[in-house]
T-cell receptor, first 112, second 114 residues
Framework: NAGVTQTPKFQVLKTGQSMTLQCAQD?????MYWYRQDPGMGLRLIYY???????DKGEVPNGYNVSRLNKREFSLRLESAAPSQTSVYFC???????????FGPGTRLLVL | GENVEQHPSTLSVQEGDSAVIKCTYS??????FPWYKQELGKRPQLIID?????GEKKDQRIAVTLNKTAKHFSLHITETQPEDSAVYFC?????????????FGTGTRLQVFP
């Protein structure tokens, strides 16, 4: 039981490049989330998926897209990376609303 | 929109002293309040949570209190140890058909000096 896994762990991009961050969970959770964490800003929700087949915007969705590929996997895509997207990205999942949310190990992204 | 405010942003205590971190929330329908601990370079991990049907919950040296009327909740750590040093985040969410968001505070950096 690996919990929540994320790939890659580190990534350096040039402005304008695209990439997809991958997230998977093996806990049979219904809900999955993408957050970004910047110094002094806490954890800000980018997008979430309350269940397979649904996605919704969070606080800071601009510049990102998501895909809930199946119940296990939830990917985050940056179509045209900008320096302002330099951050640590965390994926998380939980069984349902009101239950414990578990985080992945994070992806450190640097956009030059 | 929903908002969670957390204070203080930094907190320094001597080993053995108590530490208290406070949060206020704006959405009166919030009914689930977790606390996460994040060590440097690691993922946030749940340390304790409380639901709106109780006013206090304790787990060894950690306790959380909830005041629904005032819309605030607090984390209490007693007999602090150097390994308690980390960033702590509070959060709030509500169980609803069309919402599934956990709103986080901005974090408190706790330093425990030996």
């Amino acid at each position: 039981n690996a919990g929540v896994t994320q790939t890659p762990k580190f990534q350096v991009l040039k402005t304008g490049q695209s990439m997809t961050l991958q997230c998977a969970q093996d806990m049979n959770h219904n809900s999955m989330y993408w957050y970004r964490q910047d110094p002094g800003m806490g954890l800000r929700l980018i997008y979430y998926s309350a269940s397979e087949g649904t996605t919704d915007k969070g606080e800071v969705p601009n510049g990102y897209n998501v895909s809930r590929l199946n119940k296990r996997e939830f990917s985050l895509r940056l179509e045209s990376a900008a320096p302002s997207q330099t951050s640590v990205y965390f994926c998380a999942s939980r069984v349902q609303v009101g239950e414990t949310q578990y985080f992945g190990p994070g992806t450190r992204l640097l956009v030059l | 929109g929903e908002n969670v405010e957390q204070h203080p942003s930094t907190l320094s205590v001597q080993e053995g002293d108590s530490a208290v971190i406070k949060c206020t929330y704006s959405d009166s329908a919030s009914n689930y309040f977790p606390w996460y601990k994040q060590e440097l370079g690691k993922r946030p991990q749940l340390i304790i949570d409380i639901r709106s049907n109780v006013g206090e919950k304790k787990d060894q040296r950690i306790a959380v209190t909830l005041n629904k009327t005032a819309k605030h909740f607090s984390l209490h750590i007693t007999e602090t140890q150097p390994e308690d040093s980390a960033v702590y985040f509070c959060a709030a969410s509500r169980r609803s058909y069309n919402t599934d968001k956990l709103i986080f505070g901005t974090g408190t950096r706790l330093q425990v000096f030996p």
